[in-house]
């Protein structure tokens, strides 16, 4: 089992853009990339801890490879827009990939160059950071699988 970390605006989309995807064990949401200890969602909403809203998954690296799921991120947001997804602004919506080892940072640099390469985006420049993964937050329980508690598909209205 492997970990990646990825923040790409609300977190709560974030997650549900990954928690069904073949391979991937279980998703957690919460902040990383910050300075503050144990940060509190309305900390990290308020824009002065630093940290990301982030998702953090295990997955099988044997039924999923790591490409796949940077395929998936890059898919489920716009990495154009600095610190800003849709309706939430802010340095904690930025889109970041949290790299745990070498690989991984080696794979997120391919597939950013890739995707900029590809002209999708027509000219804009991808704007999304790769960084060492620091410490994770688990956020507040009730923010683990929003979508599937509430019965929602977006994050339109909810924060």
């Known amino acids: 089992m492997e970990k ?3 923040g790409a605006g609300c977190f709560w989309h974030v997650e549900e853009a990954f928690r069904h995807i073949p391979g991937v064990i279980s998703t957690q949401v919460g902040y990383s990339g910050g300075l503050k200890d144990k940060p509190t969602y309305k900390e990290v909403c ?4 630093g940290h990301a809203e982030a998702v953090e998954l295990v997955y099988d690296s ?7 799921l940077l395929e998936n991120f890059w898919d489920s947001h716009d990495p154009t827009t ?3 997804q849709g309706p939430d602004v ?3 919506y930025r889109s970041v990939i949290f ?4 690989e991984q940072h080696k794979i997120a640099v391919e597939s950013k160059e890739r995707l900029e390469k590809s002209g999708r985006n027509r000219g804009r420049k991808v704007v999304t950071e790769i960084v060492p993964a620091g410490k994770f937050y688990r956020a507040e329980d009730y923010h683990q699988q929003y979508f599937e508690k509430h019965g929602l598909t977006s994050c339109k209205a909810n924060h």
């Open 46 to 49: 308020a824009g002065a801890t």
């Open 99 to 102: 790299y745990h080892n070498e």
């Open 62 to 68: 044997s039924r999923v490879s790591y490409g796949k």
């Open 90 to 92: 802010g340095h904690q």
């Open 82 to 84: 600095l610190d800003r």
């Open 4 to 6: 990646a970390t990825f």
